[in-house]
């Protein structure tokens, strides 16, 4: 069964710090690869995703992360963070399960956490 | 507007008590699936189904049943909630296969069992 890492479980970052979240998949076939956010008190939201070209993808808020095949990663970046953009984000890979079947497995997300 | 909906929102119920959790997606989705979240655990899928009258378990699927008789529906069912499934459900939906096709969330339910 394919899984997804997160790295990190807790990130905390002043303001206009740069920010880099891991992901790591175990799937070796066909991807496609979602960051998703959770505002607190709220459900989850598309921030990017990935189906195919050019690796490099680009999101909502100035988001953007970097498909690297050979090395199954699909890290989350933003060059300087805001306090709006604490919440929690979930990577999320799709992928052939058998029997016709896609599975969309997710991490255990990563809560950041953006001080003043 | 594209939107997958929930109900209730928030629920308060003492253990045995069946229950039922409503979901409905409007975009003709064949997909549909029900998750838990808890502290630390991340999303859990409970049960999906790939279209109407097909169903199956997901990684943590035991108290829980789910049915799809139409396309749009797809309620999660507590036939005798625990205190131990007090949790934030989503219900998703997407289309199958590879492609482009993000998966959209429901607002979530809050169900205490007490």
């Known amino acids: 069964a394919q899984s997804v890492s997160q790295h990190n479980h807790h990130v905390i970052l002043s303001e206009a710090a740069s920010l880099e979240l891991g992901c790591n998949y175990s799937?070796?076939?066909?991807?496609?690869l979602f960051w998703y956010v959770q505002y607190p008190g709220q459900h989850l939201q598309l921030l990017l995703k990935y189906f195919s070209g050019d690796p490099l993808v680009k999101g909502i808020k100035g988001f953007e992360a970097e498909f690297i095949k050979s090395k199954f990663s699909f890290n989350l970046r933003k060059p300087s963070v805001q306090w709006s953009d604490t919440a929690e984000y979930f990577c999320?890979?799709?992928?052939?399960?058998?029997?016709?079947?896609?599975?969309?497995?997710f991490g255990k997300g990563t809560k950041l956490s953006v001080i003043p | 507007e594209a939107q997958v909906t929930q109900n209730p929102r928030y629920l308060i119920t003492v253990t045995g008590k069946k229950l039922t959790v409503t979901c409905s997606q409007n975009?003709?989705?064949?997909?549909m699936s029900w998750y838990r979240q808890d502290p630390g655990l991340g999303l859990r899928q409970i049960y999906y189904?790939?279209?109407?009258?097909?169903?199956d378990k997901g990684d943590v699927p035991e108290g829980y049943k789910v049915s799809r008789k139409e396309k749009r529906n797809f309620p999660l069912i507590l036939e005798s909630p625990s205190p131990n499934q007090t949790s934030l459900y989503f219900c998703a939906s997407r289309t199958t296969g590879l492609g482009n096709n993000e998966q959209f969330f429901g607002p979530g339910t809050r169900l205490t069992v007490l």
């Open positions: 999320a890979v799709l992928a052939y399960s058998g029997a016709g079947s896609y599975q969309l497995t």
């Open positions: 189904s790939m279209n109407v009258e097909v169903t």
């Open positions: 799937y070796g076939g066909t991807v496609n």
């Open positions: 975009m003709n989705h064949e997909y």
